[in-house]
């Protein structure tokens, strides 16, 4: 294998940074340029998916969404018990109105209600493919947004030390060959979900998708292409990755092309959705992907049918809406899940806000979901009811409809479950017919 030299370094920014090929290669310096090839955006690939497996051809070719909104949504404004008095004593100014009245919730079920900027979202719970749980969240009682999306993310709640992400745990229980855009995160970074050992593929969201990262420059590209030139397991990693991102680059670059008569689509979640959809009819080995969405804390201003949080959830609700239509066929393959690090308090604080709470509501959406229904045990909004009479209780562990859709959809079987959960949750939400059999 030839060495990059120093001046080859320089121009990828990593003068005196990697080490000299032909010397043994060490855990540190294997994290080093790993690091490299993750922080360029290409593709992180691990021991394992070097491996050559079987390829699988038969079956459908089933698919997991997951979008975190983080910042901790408040799920009592997304999913509203319109039929619970206390609601409306705790939140004088942010509550969300009754049906009927102007900026009033979509009722769902005569008890619960969608909020009116998820207009959007009536469609699916109609034809019965977009459902809930609620008061479902993570069993750790901290109120640290850093803390529970590093455990929801890694499925081990109030575990530090876990090293990967569970979505990448899963990734590497299914069935069949793993292509190298098995996995599809669209983000500035690989989130530490999708982190692990098994490739990886990241992409820019909106604009800067298509945007020129140094291994695009030939120089670069050349340099690098002769330092990976070799058999051993990291120098195949390199071409798988480079692969991988060549052959979504130009997915994308087709994209554009024909959307505005190739004028560069705009930034929003809508366009990330729609293209998504086309990578995933175009590219079949996608199996997972990735979504992540800010700006969901709202101490301050959150608003009740309009406001702040009503500007969030309009186009979150929108981009799923259309994300459904657009993968048209592939919706029957497709399972979205929307989860968020944990809900927020019962009660209005005096900024006409909401602060860090416990109890949230995952969304579940896709052809598979028995939908129009609203599932788990809902504890109620009593003080007695609410945890540390504060926050809407956690009655159903975020990882138990996680793992009705990892086994009943994904194919996992229970020894491949307790590899992602590790510590399986127990069995105490009503989440037991989430899928179609």
Known sequence: ????????????????????????????????????????????????????????????????????????????????????????????????????????????DGYFGLHPALAAMEGPWKDGTLAFVHACGSPDPTRSHFDAQDY??????????????????????????????DAISLGPTVPRILEGRVAVANIQSGRAAMRPMPLDRPVVESAFDRLYIGSDPLSRAYREGREARQRLTAELAQDMAEANNGAPSPQGFSDDTDRLARLIQRDPTIRVAFMALGGWDTHVSEGAGNGQLAGHLKPLGDGLSSFAKALGPAYQETVIVVISEFGRTMHENGNGGTDHGHGNVMWVMGGPVRGGKVYGRWPGLSTGSLYQERDLAVTTDFREPLSVVLREHMGLQPPQLAAVFPDAPRTQGNVSGLLRA
């Open 152 to 181: 929801m993310e890694s499925g081990t709640p109030g575990i530090k030390s876990t090293q990967d992400g569970w979505l990448n745990r899963a990734l590497g229980q299914m069935p069949g060959a793993h292509a190298p855009t």
């Open 1 to 108: 294998m030839e060495p990059i030299d120093e001046k080859e370094l320089e121009e990828i920014g990593c003068g005196g940074c990697a080490p000299r090929v032909e010397q043994p290669l060490s855990r540190r310096a294997f994290l080093r340029r790993t690091a490299i090839l993750s922080a360029s955006g290409i593709v992180l690939l691990s021991r394992s998916a070097w491996a050559a497996r079987t390829l699988d051809s038969s079956g459908p070719r089933r698919r997991l969404v997951v979008v975190f909104l983080r910042g901790a949504v408040d799920g009592l404004n997304v999913v509203v018990p319109h039929g619970e008095s206390a609601y409306y004593d705790a939140r004088p100014t942010i509550a969300v109105g009754r049906t009927g009245g102007q900026g009033g919730v979509v009722d769902l």
